[in-house]
Nanobody, 124 residues
Framework: QVQLVESGGGLVQEGGSLRLSCAASGRTFGRYAMGWFRQGPEKERDFVAA????????YYADSVKGRFTISRDNAKNTVYLQMNSLKPEDTAVYYC?????????????????WGQGTQVTVSS
């Protein structure tokens, strides 16, 4: 069982930056691949970024490549999402999730555990 708690969301102006954190409970954090998803108003939950258990591989949605960076610190049981050059269309609730397998990291179906989400609002 893994419990995930996101933090770091907020209101930021277009072009600004935020860093989201996701703290995980449990001693087995390092066994899970981790991902970030987001869900805007009246939209589906979309893949943003993912990282393998070792941090050796990362994956990004095309819409955030070059602007967002996912990283993890297994000693702190935490995964991060650094978001730069934010745009109004990045406005959403951001969720972190844990996956046992790396087979479906770009799909919400590939994840077993989810956090409650943190709101990110980018004003123009």
């Amino acid at each position: 069982q893994v419990q995930l708690v996101e933090s770091g969301g907020g209101l930021v102006q277009e072009g600004g930056s935020l860093r989201l954190s996701c703290a995980a409970s449990g001693r087995t954090f390092g066994r899970y691949a981790m991902g970030w998803f987001r869900q805007g108003p009246e939209k589906e939950r979309d893949f943003v970024a993912a990282i393998t258990w070792s941090g050796g591989s990362t994956y990004y949605a095309d819409s955030v490549k070059g602007r967002f960076t996912i990283s993890r610190d297994n000693a702190k049981n935490t995964v991060y999402l650094q978001m730069n050059s934010l745009k109004p269309e990045d406005t959403a609730v951001y969720y972190c999730a844990a996956a046992v397998s790396t087979m479906l990291l770009a799909s919400s179906r590939g994840y077993t555990y989810w956090g409650q989400g943190t709101q990110v609002t980018v004003s123009s």
